[in-house]
Every structure is written in structure tokens, then in C-alpha cells.
DNA sequence: CGGGCGTCGGTGATAAAGTCACCGAGCGAG
DNA sequence: CTCGCTCGGTGACTTTATCACCGACGCCCG
């Protein structure tokens, strides 16, 4: 399409708030997390762009000539492609392909939005943690997360997550060791998931 | 582009969660509001599709071949168009318009999106309040809407509404009647909405 | 006009969730 | 070992949510 895939360290913040956008990002390894932070300094995770897909922040941008409105982290080392705005806008006029993808990755954006909406609007807390738990530890039976990451997902406060961990390993489904959790029953953390 | 604009009237139930997805939708006049409903019956709205505006909800049904995960009411009558996929496909190739006015459809889905989950996870409840109370407004000094309608706009419970709104009422920011806020202080509203 | 009835909103009691502050335990660096 | 930092546990408190109930209002109809 463009430019070469660069490399970029975790832990890079590609992105933040207020910032102008630079071009388009298209992923190819890696993990990037995007965020919200409030005034308070308390943060919430939006979603995550896997590789293959486009971060889609960098879409609204482009297209409507925005300024960013979150913040964009390098969760591990990245590999990435940044594509100009005019070759982005060409490629979805000529290329079929192009297009799927882009439209692929708004469709999944779409969906994690709502999920988050639905997870903090109508969900209790317990089925919100099982739930992130569950994402995090992707079919395995650990997360290495601290209290405060699992409060980002979770949009609600380390304290909260603290004692619900300790609620949920007191009942058998965890077993709380230091900046990870093992997930001793996923069957009735997601029972619990569904069920709310 | 293809097929006739055809009126809808108010009240009338676009689609629900779970229906297979039809066609495109593309909003000619009116208010169609799109909203999410929990098992035990909460209803939060995600976000209004305004006049010249695509509704989304179907764009991710078409593109993902899923069903609709989301409940459109119309809230006014309607003057909508319906376009097959293989239409809406081929104008999104061919068709430069069509493009630029889905884009920036995807791009104010996205930016209500964010506000939504700034509003739910990181907003204290009298500001959600307020910005509801202004967003409905519209600039106007009053907003027609039930206390549940409100409880839908913000997330929250009834009840939760009705004393928010009476101590609004005690500081002399509002004025309560039967179906009707009115705005006395949008000033002092706004400023609320602001800082939280 | 005067009931009957459904929606709307006020309110008390209680539970859940979030906030704040503090402290001790674990871990790594020097 | 000790310093210093992050991590997590916990008590006390506030805010928000939930549940249940009831009176007020509006409307239709006899």
C-alpha cells in the first residue's frame, strides 16, 4: 500500500488526547490499548487494536479532521504501518480488499463500544470483573494484571476490584497471587458472566 | 442512488436485538433512537441517528453478516431509505459522496460512543445529569421528557432522576413539571456538566 | 360531574458500588 | 540488609442504585 512497517517498543504512547493526527495506523503486531482518562486521573480502557486491524481513533481523526480524544499505548512491541491521509483515502476508493478490512475493523470497534456501554451501564460488578477476566486470560487460566489494570477494564476503582477478588477467592473461582490472578473455576466465571 | 425514501411513523420499532438485518438504512427526516435494553429491562440509549446520517447499528450487520445486537425506535415520524448491500457496496466503491457522508457517520458514532462511556464511567451523576438535561434541550431553556426517559438518557434509575432533579430544583437550577424540565439556569448547568 | 385507571413522580429504607486514606507486605536495586 | 517503590488489604464514609409504596395528576367514560 505505503511506507514500510516500523517498529516501536512497548510502552510507547502513540497517541494522546488532544493531540493533531499524523496519518492512518494500520497494525501488524502486537497490541495497542486505547484509553480514556477523566479529569481525576482515572482511566478506562475503550478497546484494544489486534493485529491486522486499524485503530479506528486515528479514523475519526482523519476523516473529520479532528483532534485525537484518547490515549493510545504501546501494550507490547509493535509492528506498524502509518499511512498518509491521501493514500488512505485512495485505497478505499480503488481497493477492494482495503475496504473490507477498514469496514472489519468498524464493525468490531462497534461492537466492543457496545459491550463496554453494556458491561458499565447495565452489568453489575461481578459479572463486569468475571467478564474481564475472562477477556484478559484469552481461553488460558491466568492474567497477569494488577488490581489497578483490572480497575481500568473494569472501569470502577482498585479497591473495588481488590475486594471482589477476594470475594470471588473465597468462593474457590480465584487464587490471587501478586500482579496475577489464576482462574481456578472459568466454567462458574462465566456462568457468572452471563448471568450478571 | 436506489430505492424510494419511504415515511415511517413515530413509534414504530426499526428493529430489535437479535432480528437479521435487512438492508442499509439511510435517515432522510426525523429522530431514530438507537438504545440497548438489559435482561432485567433497564434501557440506556446509545446514541440518536440525525436527517442525512446513515444508521450504523446496520452497518455492522451487513458488513459482519451478524444480527442487530441493538433496539431502533423511531422517536419522530420518519422519511427513511433502505438500500440492499450489493447497492450500498457498490456506492461505497464507486460513489465518492456516499463515502464521505458514511465516514463521517462512522466518526460521529464513534465520538457519541466515547461520550457516552466518558458520561457512564468517569462522570459523577449530577453532571451526566446536566449534560442530558442540555443535550435534550438543544439549546432551548426546557426538554419534554419523563423522569424514566431521563433514567435512560443517563444511565441510571428513575428515582435516582427525580431527587437529582429536586435538589437541581432547590438550587434554583431548574424548574420541574409534569413531563417537562425547565432550564432556569442553563449558565450554572453548563458549568456542571463541565467540571463535574 | 365523578369515578376508575394508568402514568408520573416523591420518598423512605436498604443494598451495592465507589472513594479516600492509610499501612503493611513483597520486590528489586544498590 | 535497607531503602524505596509498587502492590494489595482494609476501615470508614459518600454516592449511587434498587425496591417498594403511595399520592397526584390526566384522561376516558359512564
Redesign the interface.
Known amino acids: 500500500m505505503s511506507g514500510a512497517p516500523r517498529p516501536i517498543p512497548a510502552g510507547t504512547v502513540l497517541f494522546r488526547a488532544g493531540d493533531p493526527c499524523r496519518g492512518f495506523v494500520l497494525l501488524h503486531e502486537g497490541s495497542l490499548r486505547v484509553t ?1 482518562t ?3 486521573g ?1 482511566e ?1 480502557v ?1 478497546y484494544r487494536v489486534a493485529p491486522g486491524e486499524v485503530c ?1 481513533q486515528t ?2 481523526c482523519l ?2 479532521g ?1 483532534d485525537y ?2 490515549r493510545g499505548l504501546a501494550e507490547t512491541d509493535l509492528l506498524a504501518e502509518v499511512i498518509p491521509s491521501a493514500d488512505f483515502h485512495r485505497a ?2 480503488d481497493d ?1 480488499a482495503f ?1 473490507a478490512r477498514v ?2 475493523a ?2 468490531q ?3 466492543d ?2 459491550r ?3 458491561d ?4 453489575g460488578f461481578p459479572a463486569r470483573l468475571a467478564r474481564a477476566l475472562l477477556r484478559l486470560a484469552r481461553g488460558g487460566n491466568s492474567v497477569r494484571a494488577t488490581h489497578e489494570q483490572l480497575a481500568g477494564e473494569t ?1 470502577s476503582g482498585r479497591a473495588v476490584v481488590s475486594r471482589q477478588l477476594a470475594r470471588f477467592a473465597e468462593e474457590g473461582l480465584v487464587e490471587t497471587l501478586r500482579g496475577e490472578i489464576r482462574l481456578c473455576d472459568p466454567g462458574a466465571l462465566a456462568r457468572l458472566a452471563r448471568d ?1
Chains 1, 2 share one sequence.
Open positions: 480514556l477523566a479529569a481525576n482515572r478506562v475503550l479506528l479514523f475519526s476523516v473529520e479532528r480524544s484518547a478505499m476508493a477492494e475496504r469496514f472489519g468498524v464493525a470497534r462497534f461492537a463500544f457496545e463496554l456501554v453494556e458499565v451501564a447495565l452489568t472501569a450478571g
